[in-house]
């Protein structure tokens, strides 16, 4: 299986902040990465697939970028309704994989 | 309007089984696979495996091959997650998901699935 390595873990900020979340594959995955997002008691949200690829409707403060095995999520200008858990996940093999998660707090 | 509606939460005793379901509209059922993702309280998400439901073909994660059972009633646009025998383990949130049709990111998502196990 592929393991997917997010970092950090948490991190916590402040409103319009830019914020940067890396995912490591233990092997190369070309650009089938994908980025969820994931608010309490409710299912994920693609936001970005094809590792900078933006999902129709969400917001352009978001992008991906990252090839191989390493990865980045970058949210620039942080808004209030982005506090949440982030995930990424391979979609190179079987069994699909997902990151840890990162936790984005209200510093 | 894709829509991924899931059964309802249920509470259930270690060793007896369980069905859930997810059923697909606003789209052809037949044309994308259905994965399923577990979320244990508090925890990551992990990805169970999948069904295409045109042949029911499905791919397990080696995670949950044997545990879990996957099944599809095409005619009904309903995929399936069984369990034979449950574990106080199995509690957990569960989805179902169809990935977007270029790749296996996951598009859509069911609105969730709770499972309590219990004695």
């Known amino acids: 299986d592929i393991q997917m390595t997010q970092s950090p873990s948490s991190v916590s900020a402040s409103v319009g902040d830019r914020v940067t979340i890396t995912c490591r594959a233990s092997?190369?995955?070309?650009?089938?990465l994908a980025w969820y997002q994931q608010k309490p008691g409710k299912a994920p949200k693609l936001l970005i697939y094809?590792?900078?690829s933006l999902q129709s409707g969400v917001p352009s403060r978001f992008s991906g970028s990252g090839s191989g095995t390493d990865f980045t999520l970058t949210i620039t200008s942080l808004q209030p309704e982005d506090f949440a858990t982030y995930y990424c996940?391979?979609?190179?093999?079987?069994?699909?994989?997902f990151g840890g998660g990162t936790k984005v707090e209200i510093k | 309007e894709v829509q991924l509606v899931q059964s309802g939460a249920e509470v259930k005793k270690p060793g007896e089984s369980l069905r859930i379901s997810c059923k697909g509209s606003?789209?052809?059922?037949?044309?994308?696979?259905i994965s399923w993702v577990r979320q244990m309280p508090g925890k990551g998400l992990e990805w169970m495996g999948r069904?295409?439901?045109?042949?029911?073909?499905?791919n397990y994660s080696p995670s949950f091959q044997g545990h879990v059972t996957i099944s599809v009633d095409k005619s009904i646009s309903t995929a399936y997650l069984q369990w034979s025998s449950l574990k106080a383990s199995d509690t957990a949130m569960y989805y179902c998901?169809?990935?977007?049709?270029?790749?296996?990111?996951?598009?859509?998502w069911g609105q969730g699935s709770l499972v309590t196990v219990s004695s």
């Open positions: 996940q391979q979609a190179n093999s079987f069994p699909l994989t």
């Open positions: 606003g789209y052809k059922f037949t044309s994308y696979w």
């Open positions: 094809a590792a900078s």
């Open positions: 998901a169809r990935p977007d049709g270029t790749s296996d990111s996951l598009d859509y």
């Open positions: 092997q190369g995955i070309s650009s089938w």
């Open positions: 069904i295409d439901p045109s042949d029911s073909y499905t």
